[in-house]
């Protein structure tokens, strides 16, 4: 029963994050959001009994994807006033 | 026809008939011409003087072969339609050698004088004959159009194209005539004879005053003779085929020439009375009464 | 025989490999390559050999050891062989052309290259569903990868507008192949057919899903714009593989996965198709990139193929043979085409002219524009023909409609390119050169457009027919283009010789085929001996005119409608190419084309009719049309009248024939005009008097023939160009034959055919010497001649006695034809028609003066003094005609007779009766014999009595013109042929309105506006593509469900 | 403002279609058929504990070599499209010193990320976890290091060694299934072992090292391949 | 439990797909394409959830013979698995692409780069 719970307390936290990732001005905190995204998701399916799926999320999806963007933006921003 | 030879004898014997008749009857349209005009004008023979002075003239000179070529072609345009055409009905001698050919021969035959004509004007070089021909031949073009459509009418009305039964199915009295029978074909007829004889309403072409203009410009001498025995022939042959086709034919000489005067008549009456029109006037008028008197008679055959 | 596993597992392991060798030795890197794509070829062709030759069966390929369903497998069937052979074809020769810019890119481009090829390979061969998300993921992540692979902004944008697009389509695959799985429980296609899971709603909604993927991922109409970028930003050999490889492979997918969607999916299918075909070609009408433009016509080509597709149920067993086909056509066609562009480099289509500098990139193109439209020798021909004959068995005209449309639009653009490039000068654009490697693939898929041609020729019944010899002669003529001229034309004239007497006896029994027979081939030998005046190489005449003379050969040999058909396509190539020649030929080549292509159209519709309501192709099935039979007939002689110039269709023929050099001029004029008389008279013959819609038909045609006279003969009186004068008197002297056809009685034939061998004689007289003067003074302008009877006799006396046949006027034989049709009109009643004719006769006589005069006679000019009388190569033939006018002017009858017995056969009423030389009918007679022989004597007599009377007249000199006004002293002043008839033109000028080329004019706009309005939906945003698919999806789940 | 407004609206039909589609999904009870049997007899055939790995590897291997072939992909196109210039490499850039700590902490911590990568790829058919997940841990690893000091850059012919040749082995492996197995990617080359060590399910931790090392290394080349174009602007 | 996490895998796919749709900047654009793979992979892993069941991994929690009744549906996992490194690959790919456009035209908004068009 208090998975019930838990697993509605993380999809309205997750969907709220969605939207800053989307909505937000600033890309840095669209960034953070989505990797906060992913970290949620990997969460959630840990709960859906993915253990396998949870890792691989946690270690591709909120690591690497995020540290790309950031070296992206980073370089982006570096150019654009360099 | 038992044998050629006596039919050429007759066909030669009818064309000197024909060509002595052309010359009479021209002068004495001179004659009356003047009289209207209150002039005594030149004498009934003076034809024949112009020939024989035209003839004996000692030096002539050429542009080329096409313009020596051009008034022969003229006169063997007059003589031909002569040839095939059927001077008196029911006689085997005077039809001439009218078995190689019908109505629609005679009419592209035309063509024939008229083409040598227009060759020999333009090998002259003159630019004024270049410009006579072109106005002679747009004129012409339209003149056809309604002696098509007479023809034509004539050919549905007989059921045939043949001269001999045309004149055939026109015998016995006035009211057989394609005259009576079908008078709108026999009026689109007749305007279309007056452009035909080139008198005065259409004598733009030829007309006397404007020698300059017309395409015999640079004839002259044997060249200018052999036109004018062209005309005579020509202009008596052409009131034969009206005769033939709208006036019953003739049986006998004597009927041909009264017959032939009255036609060539109508046409000279014409011309006292009109003045002469330009191209573009002569063109859109043939365009207009005769066009539609023809498809007229056409419909209402 | 090898594993088929092999195709995938070396690719990938030379791909992993490769990565290793690093950047330092790229060559060996790209033989490595090389040697991967040539295995997978051979490993694909074994299969696919053994597959048509033997009885193999399909192999499964179970990878993981297990059986399907609990692994995936891959199926080597005929189809997965075919299509892994096309596309390991087009990427092996692909990496040969592209090889420079991927060694410039170094090993890690080789690598993704192998990836691509690899991945086509699997997303034909997999059955596992996910397994094809999988690759299809890998082959777009290749091409974004491969776009790219030119660096530029315009590559990056239409690769980055690539990637959105295919993540969107991949996402929604994939959230289908998951819904897929859970309503079937199995991920195996086989396994999804069983399951059949279209019954649930969701089901469906997941197979619409995946579907509309699949027709997203081959750029259906509103949602290609990023398609259109990507064609248009790549390097040239990227979209080569693009719309060559991967397109197919996504159609073959689209044809495996429709056996899950089932039937209600091919209308919609079959509709998406036909709007992408017509909508893309109708955009290509206004664009001027060339890669642009290529893009939108292999769009246009995938969506004729989905259409294809999509009408599966109504083309029957002819399926496959019509789907192969075609896509061979477009895959040869748009791969050889975007080969080339990356040779010339040429931005905008107009300075593809270009490509003019490499002959060989010239036929090519050419090739692959005739391939893509299906002329003749290539596969599509017989594609295209075996689907519109299906189409019309299943009674599916709308769809028929629809194609045909959609590949005329696709015609306008490629021939204006097409013109383009032949035509528009080349001097300042940039020079190129041909590297071997860049050269290679597109001449190898050039040879093999005609292989396939001759062998899918092969399949289709009807073809069985065809003689190839004389195609295999044109192939050697084309070899030796490099010779001289006369040594050439001695060949073609020798060989054409060999032909005549091959074919000439099969047509014994048959008088109208040895008419046109003789017009056909006779005129060839004259056309070609003509051919000896011209000096140099002439480099593509001789294969041309060939062509043309076997297409008109093959016309008459034809049994079936397909012969027919093949030949009428191949004339035409032959003469567009003629007509193209000249120097300011562009807009009148192209007009010709767009008529004929339009007039093929018109023909192949009304053979469908008719194919459809006899059930065979044969000649019979020509008569008694019960389809549509009015529809049908006009058709047809629409089709037939595009080449007769008709009034309507006739605005090309001045302009193309006035501009065509001597003897092409006489080709054109005297002969290929007389094969659409042919058609007429074919499909009158089938058509018959009595059905009630005949009268009708054959009422208007006999108007269109009177009125297509007159307005031919009254405006060639207005010319002051001499080839255009006889092109409009060509229209005119069409325009009889034509009403005498229409007239449907034994006189009215009589005279069409008398008329169409008359005209072939003076006509032909007439453009070979008008044309040999044009081209000796260099003008064909009439009021810049004069005077040439001094320097020119002969030709004179020629053009003098053409003139006279042509007018009619009684020894000579044009009179017989106006005596024929004297007696037709009146037997038959068509009065009207018959005045406007006989009126238009007489006209005649105004431009045949004109043009004698201004020519010959009236002052020879200063320039023109030291003019040769015409080359002898050009008298002979014009001689050799004028006898035959001579001979046939005296002995009418020699012709008339036996077209008389032959006419009996179809109309035994209203003969001319003969009794020696003497011609009757109902109405009149004629004795041609006589009526020569008494104006003969007469001429003579008159001309010996005019020599004695004056005989010693002497010659003057040009000036000495004494007898009338003032003396002029230039020669242009006398010279009075320019507007020349004003007085006529002013009586009856408003006649002349250029009416009919305002309307085409009218309708081409209208085609243009639409293009040009619609074409703004490519917005060039990526994102607003990204809405257009979205929406694309919701419109057609409204539809569907 | 009217284009949010129609995406709006797009979106909203968008979501019709994946109502209905929702519409007659219901829970599942019971495993599918596919799935009892993978349940039932993957333990005989395959001998793995981990399921979802034995999917990945045997029974769907495939795909896996497909996904493979993918990032395979995306690395070589990231590595020739943001090609660095000769002309750029020399560029200096002034660094700006990294923390601290984070120099300390990157000393300890880095080892212990690549232990847990081995770890996780080494047992994948045990544990959950397996190639990708253990490459992706080992990428992060590398990050970490070269977030610690940025001036040293990644030695890309190393790398892509590595990924070339676990690439090339994972084929032959694929390769030898057909020769020695019943078909391509089999993993009964080598005994099953006893159920639940480390040396059990024939190739598949064999198979698991090598993609652990390919993605490892790949997605190192990827992120080495960003940072060094940022070089190239400074 | 599937059902709530299907929900939320439905609405943040129409999230995704209104940041792809709508945003004008290109890292916007590829921050949605994420937000959607990840929504995508929700789905497909809640549909294999049964509800009361473990983890796929037949250890000493899950005996091997009643494996059958005991353990989740481990396709969509293994499926999951594949579909999450390739939208790693994409993403890489996009940014990598995102770079190169920024050098040509120094902005990020996509109606900037409309040079294609018609």
Known sequence: MILNITAVFLCIAILVMAVIAVIHKKLVIAIIASGVVSLFASIIFLLLAAPDVAMTEAAIGSGLTTIIFFYVLNKIRKESNG | MDNIAIKLLFTLLGLFIVLNWGLIQAGIMNKIVARVGKRIGMPVYQPYFNLIKLYSKRTSITHGVMFYLGPLFRLSGGVGMFLFMPLIFGSEYWSNFSFAGDVVLILYFQFFGMLGMALGAGEGGHPYSAIGVSRGLSQWTTIELPLTLAIISIAIQYHSLSFTDIVAAQQGGITHWTMWTNPLATAAGMLAFLGTMGHSPFDLVKAPNEIPIGPPTEYHSTFLGVLRTNAAILHVVESVLFMNLFFGGATSWFELILKTFLIYFWSVFVGVVFPRFRIEQSVSWFLKVPLILGILAIIFI | ???????????????????????????????????????????????????????????????????????????????????????????????????????????????????????????????????????????????????????????????????????????????????????????????????????????????????????????????????????????????????????????????????????????????????????????????????????????????????????????????????????????????????????????????????????????????????????????????????????????????????????????????????????????????????????????????????????????????????????????????????????????????????????????????????????????????????????????????????????????????????????????????????????????????????????????????????????????????????????????????????????????????????????????????????????????????????????????????????????????????????????????????????????????????????????????????????????????????????????????????????????????????????????????????????????????????????????????????????????????????????????????????????????????????????????????????????????????????????????KSKKVKQFNMVYAGEKPFRPETTHMSYNMFSGYNKALGFFMMPGVTGFWNWMSDILHDTANYFRRIYSGNGQSYAIHIIAYIIIIYLIVF | MVRKFLIFILIASFSVIFINLYQNFKGQDKLNDLSTYYAENEPQELGAQNLVTSIVVTYRGFDTLGEVTILFLAASIIGFFLKIKESDKQKKRDLRKTSEILETASKILVPLIFLLGVYVFANGHLTPGGGFQGGAIMASGMVLLLLANPEKNVKHSLFSGIESISGFTYVILGLLGIYFAYGFLDNRVLPLGQFGNIFSAGLIPLIYTFIGLKVGSELTNIVGNLKETQKETE | MEYISLITGFIMLMIGLWGILSQKNIIKIIIGFTIFDTAINIIIISIGYISGRTAPILDKAVPVKDAVTKIVDPIPQALVLTSIVISLGVTALMLAYALKLHKYKNTLEINKFKDLKW
């Open chain 3, 1 to 951: 025989m090898v594993a088929p596993i092999y195709i995938i597992t070396i690719p990938l392991g030379i791909a992993f490999l490769i990565g290793v060798l690093g950047k330092s030795n790229k060559n060996i890197g790209g033989m490595f390559m090389l040697i991967a794509l040539a295995c997978m070829s051979f490993v694909s062709a074994q299969w696919f050999i053994s597959f048509m030759t033997s009885t193999q069966s399909p192999v499964y390929i179970y990878t993981a050891g297990f059986k399907p369903p609990f692994s995936i497998n891959l199926l080597m069937g005929l189809n997965e062989a075919f299509f892994t052979l096309i596309i390991n074809i087009a990427t092996l020769l692909g990496a040969i052309y592209l090889y420079n810019n991927l060694k410039k890119q170094g090993t890690n481009a080789m690598s993704v290259f192998l990836g691509f090829a690899m991945a086509l390979n699997v997303m034909v061969m997999t059955r596992d569903i996910f397994n094809l998300y999988v690759f299809l993921e890998i082959a777009s992540v290749a091409t974004a990868g491969l776009i790219i692979l030119e660096q530029g902004l315009k590559s990056t944008s239409a690769g980055f507008k690539y990637m959105i697009a295919t993540g969107i389509i991949s996402s929604i695959l994939l959230i289908g192949i998951i819904f897929a799985y859970n309503y079937s429980g199995t991920l195996n296609i086989d396994g999804l057919i069983e399951a059949n899971i279209g019954i649930l709603k969701g089901g469906a909604i997941a197979i619409f899903l995946i579907l509309i993927a699949i027709v997203l991922e081959l750029k259906p109409f509103p949602a290609n714009g990023w398609a259109l970028d990507v064609y248009q930003g790549a390097d040239s050999g990227i979209g080569a593989m693009i719309s060559a490889a991967s397109a197919s492979a996504s159609l073959y997918v689209l044809y495996k996965l429709f056996a899950i969607a089932g039937e209600s999916w091919y209308p919609v299918i079959a509709v998406l198709g036909i709007i992408t075909f017509i909508a893309s070609n109708l955009f290509g009408l206004k664009q001027t990139n060339s890669k642009r433009l290529l893009g939108y016509s292999s769009i246009g080509q995938i969506g004729l193929l989905i259409t294809v597709l999509g009408l599966s149920p109504y083309l029957g067993d002819k399926f496959e043979f019509i789907a192969v086909t075609l896509l061979i056509s477009h895959y040869l066609a748009k791969a050889i085409l975007f080969w080339i562009s990356g040779i010339v480099k040429a931005e905008n289509i107009k300075n593809w002219s270009n490509l003019r500098k490499k002959p060989l990139l010239v036929a090519l193109f050419g090739t692959a524009v005739f391939l893509l439209l299906g002329f003749p020798p290539f596969p599509s021909f017989f594609g295209k023909w075996e689907l519109v004959m299906q189409l019309a068995n299943s009674g599916q005209f709308a769809w028929m409609t629809a194609i045909l449309v959609g590949s005329f639009f696709e015609g306008i653009y490629l021939f204006r390119w097409f013109g383009y490039t032949l035509k528009l000068d080349n001097k300042e654009l940039p020079e190129y050169k041909m590297k071997l490697n860049k050269i290679i693939p597109p001449a190898i898929f050039g040879v093999a457009a005609y292989i396939l041609g001759y062998y899918s020729g092969t399949f289709v019944d009807a073809a069985k027919g065809l003689d190839y010899i004389p195609l295999l002669f044109i192939a050697f003529i084309a070899l030796i283009n490099f010779l001289p001229a006369w040594v050439k034309n001695s060949i073609s004239l020798t060989g054409v010789i060999l032909y005549i007497a091959v074919i000439f006896p099969e047509f014994d029994g048959d008088l109208l085929r040895q008419i046109f027979a003789a017009i056909f081939l006779g005129g060839a030998v004259l056309a070609l001996f003509a051919g000896f005046y011209s000096k140099g190489k002439r480099s593509g005449f001789h294969v041309v005119t060939l062509a043309m003379f076997a297409g008109l050969a093959m016309l008459l040999k034809a049994d079936n409608l397909l012969e027919i058909f093949y030949a009428w396509e191949l004339m035409t190539i032959g003469s567009y190419f003629l007509l193209i020649r000249g120097k300011k030929s562009m807009p009148h080549g192209y007009s010709y084309m767009m008529f004929s292509l339009g007039g093929s159209y018109a023909l192949i519709f009304g053979f469908a009719l008719a194919f459809v309501s006899f059930g065979n192709l044969d000649l019979q099935s020509l008569s008694g049309i019960t389809i549509y039979p009015t529809l049908a007939y006009s058709l047809m002689l629409l089709g037939f009248m595009t080449k007769t110039a008709s009034f309507g269709l006739h605005i090309w023929l001045p302009g193309a024939h006035g501009e065509a050099v001597v003897d092409i001029h006489f080709m054109a004029s005297a002969i290929l005009l007389k094969a659409g008389v042919f058609g007429i008279i074919l499909v009158l013959l089938g058509m018959g008097t009595e059905a009630s819609y005949a009268k009708y038909i054959l009422y208007t045609l006999g108007w269109i023939g009177a009125i297509s006279a007159l307005i031919g003969n009254i405006a060639a009186s207005f010319q002051e160009s001499a080839k255009r004068l006889l092109a409009w008197s060509s229209i005119g002297q069409l325009g009889y034959i034509v009403f005498g056809l229409a007239l449907m009685s034994h006189l009215g034939w009589m005279a069409g055919i008398f008329y169409t061998a008359t005209h072939f004689l003076y006509k032909g007289v007439l453009f070979l010497t008008i044309g040999g003067i044009a081209l000796k003074l260099g003008t064909p302008y009439m009021y810049r001649m004069g005077g040439l009877i001094k320097k020119m006799p002969f030709s004179f006396i020629a053009v003098l006695i053409a003139i006279i046949t042509l007018s009619g006027i009684p020894p000579l034989v044009g009179f017989a034809g106006k005596w024929l049709f004297y007696n037709a009109i009146i037997s038959q009643g068509l009065y009207f028609q018959g005045i406007v004719v006989l009126f238009s006769g007489i006209v005649a006589f105004l431009y045949l003066f004109r043009l004698i005069y201004s020519v010959f006679l009236g002052q020879l000019k200063d320039e023109h003094r030291n003019v040769k009388e015409l080359p002898l190569c050009l008298l002979i033939p014009i001689y050799i005609l004028i006898i035959a006018i001579m001979i046939i002017s005296a002995r009418p009858d020699f012709i008339l007779k036996p077209i008389g017995n032959y006419l009996l056969a179809y109309f035994p009423s209203g003969a001319l009766n003969w009794n020696g030389t003497m011609a009757s009918t109902g109405l009149g007679y004629w004795d041609g014999y006589w009526v020569m022989i008494i104006v003969g004597v007469m001429f003579t007599l008159l001309f010996g009595w005019l020599l004695i009377l004056n005989s």
